[in-house]
């Protein structure tokens, strides 16, 4: 806290400007703005004069930080019913068309809303825009009204398959996985077959359900000339990404490509004193058990309850299950339920042994920063990447929900909580934090490059927007193949005048 202060207060001395900018985050993901929402706070800590609109406002104001509201006339939220999520293959493949219908409703409701048409009227000038990349490109036109100042994209998990296009980051999809797919490294000859049509398909749903209604609605909204969403996101100087190579995998990167996993992890903070005496109090070792925010106990399967707790039952170890009902039907000793828990606090607590996650990126990111082993039971989205990556590096061991029995939850377990995976668990912990600048510096350097320079352009490559057919050299493969082609028929046709010419005179000689 003092050095916060301290920092804070050098900041405000040594400063050199401060910039306006603006932070666009229309998509309704609660998750997705906590791993965002401490660079907001740290830029305006910092002096600069940060606008935020979003659906999240600060409960109590800050300094330097204006929020616009543009939530209330939407909500995806909602209680996500297990059973509803078969983890089939084709759900997978579908999920981003359910981004794109979720990411529409964001649009629609966001940008008529009263507060953003206000916000609009008011023609502000900004330094920079940070906006999140996920699915609601609707709202670039913004950037495009507000005279292009240098843009940011931020993105809360790993790259979605069409991404790629924004810095033109290599995504060759012999070896680079697809956002959606459970798949680990090295890709099998069918899993790469899978993958790259299903890279070649996700494009294609970005164009259609995402890129073309966004283009319908953005220029009701901001007017017909507005240039085309894609051509502005490709104007983007920095892309910030939430993820690590050690945790996510690692992978050829641009220069524009910033990795700020772990932006969201502060300095542990004191538990309440019920949850620390309870961790305190187990000898063994406390398990700590939490799907997220949108999978809520009580639509949790009762007989899928009852494998955990007859589990349970089977190790010293207590539990801590987030749990958002009063009481849970016949609970053990050895389990305690909280509506609400301070998840990071407690994952870093010495006691905590083993947390059961669902894999969103947000806990599994907090959990390899404790450096404690996960059991994950990936549900929708990213998490069965996450999941994967996750079990590659030695951070936790995957549990499959669909086929959970009492003896598949007993040997995750028994994997996790021994000596030697809680090993491998901290070394990871170790090689994640191991880095040149924390991630929250890191997320802010970058900020202030991009406005103290009036943009970053000179940190793309040549390959952002160039067309297919030069990217993959099919022209120049082309033109070669016809060189050679020529080549080879001319030496053809030499080599049988040639032959011809000897065979004429052999058979001369013969007639001779
Ligand atoms: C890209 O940025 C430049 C410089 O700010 C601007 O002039 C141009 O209009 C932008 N292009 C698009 C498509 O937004
Ligand atoms: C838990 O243990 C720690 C370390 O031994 C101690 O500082 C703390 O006061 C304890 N908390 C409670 C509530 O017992």
Known sequence: MAATILLVIIALFTFASAYKILGLFPYEGKSHFISFEPLLKALAAKGHEVTVISHFPQKTPLPNLNDIDIGGSFSSTGVINLDYLTGSRFQKYLTPIVLAYLGYQSCVSGLSNKNFQNFIKTDSKFDLIISEAFNTECFLGLVNKLKSPPLILIHSCILLPWQDDILAMPSNPAYILNHFMPFSIPLSFFERVENTILYIFHHFVFK????????????????????????????????????????????????????????????????????????????????????????????????????????????????????????????????????????????????????????????????????????????????????????????????????????????????????????????????????????????????????????????????????????????????????LFILMYISFVITRAIYRKIFKIKEKVKQN
């Not at 004191?270 to 949108?294: D, Q, R």
């Not at 934090?433 to 040549?462: K, S």
Request: hydrophobic letters at 40%; one cysteine or more; glycine letters at 8%.
């Open 208 to 483: 259609l359900f995402i890129d073309i209604p966004g283009k319908i609605i953005a220029r009701s909204h901001f007017g017909s000339d507005i240039p085309s969403l894609t051509d502005i996101s490709l104007n983007a100087s920095v892309l910030l990404i939430n993820t690590h190579f050690t945790s996510s995998g690692a992978q050829p990167m641009v220069p524009g490509y910033i990795e700020v996993g772990g932006m969201h992890v502060e300095t542990p903070k004191a538990l309440p004193k019920h949850i620390e005496k309870w961790i305190n109090e187990s000898t063994h070792g406390v398990i700590y058990f939490s799907l997220g925010s949108m999978i809520k106990g009580h639509s949790f399967p009762e007989d899928k309850r009852q494998m955990f707790i007859r589990a349970f039952s089977r190790f010293p170890q207590r539990v801590l299950w987030k749990w958002e009902a009063d009481t849970m039907p016949e609970k053990p000793e050895n389990i305690m339920i909280e509506k609400w828990m301070p998840q990071f606090d407690i994952l870093c607590h010495p006691n905590v042994k083993a947390f059961i996650a669902h894999g969103g990126l947000l806990g599994v990111t907090e959990s390899v920063h404790c450096g404690v082993p996960l059991i994950v039971m990936p549900q929708f989205g990213d998490q069965f990447t996450n999941a994967k990556a996750i079990e590659a590096n030695g951070g936790g061991v995957i549990l499959e929900y669909r086929s959970l029995d009492e003896e598949s939850i007993v040997n995750a377990l028994k994997t996790v909580l021994d000596p030697s995976f809680n090993k491998k668990a901290k070394e990871l912990s170790a090689r994640f934090r191991d880095r040149p600048m924390p991630p929250l510096e890191t997320a802010i350097y970058w900020v202030e490059y991009v406005a103290r320079h009036g943009g970053a352009p000179h940190l793309r490559t040549a390959a952002v927007g160039m067309p297919l057919y030069q990217y993959l050299l099919l022209d120049v493969i082309t033109f070669l193949s016809v060189i």
